[in-house]
């Protein structure tokens, strides 16, 4: 299998004081998750995953509810960030087939989905440029990551296990693919989110939107009732 092309050099240098509140906390943030599992990049993938779906469906949310008070078009924003929410939840429901939270873990992504649902939908009306600039830096750093799990699966710490099923149907991958295979177009995912949500941000700002890496081939994901028909 070719490994999708992706930049991992891309970087959005932090202009005015949004960006480097937006940068700052991210750093915060990754300081905070390198410390909680250090090497363990199956659950850090797991719990990361959950708070990686929120703000695509906060953002489409609070995008959908003003253009119905304004009666305006979305530019295709609201279908942007609902698409990068279903994708986020599918890496969850990819990697909680190789890794199994602990309880602690369960635990925290409770906690932390409180907290973080409600301070991202708060800094979205305070601030939708800075919310999209933070993700554009989470997402940044998710490059980052997948590529340290890659890592460890070439230098044999991590075992390369068969794809989960869902993964071989979602990215529509060979019925051989291996765990390798899956962070390969994980990654990808994640690059071109890091890159349609700094280009969001660019956008509010009035600069120019960039350059977008291509997302990796999905499905679409179809209700039981369609399929039965
Ligand atoms: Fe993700
Ligand atoms: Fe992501």
Redo the contacts with the bound molecule.
Sequence with gaps: MTAPFIDLGVHHNPRGLSDRIAFSFTKVLRWTADTFFAERYGHR?VV??TV??VPGMVGATINHLACLRRMCDDKGWIKTLMDEAE??RM??MTFIEVSQPTWFERAVIIGVQWVFYLFFFALYLISSKTAHRVVGYFEEE?VISYTHYLAEIDEGRSPNVPAPEIAKTYWDLPSDATLRDVVLV?RA??AH?RDVNHGFANELAGLPVGEIAECPHHVTLEPNWKKAA
Excluded: G, R
Aim: hydrophobic share 50%.
């Design positions: 993938a990361l995953e990686a779906a994708n986020e890496h969850l998710a994980v995912d994640e989110h």
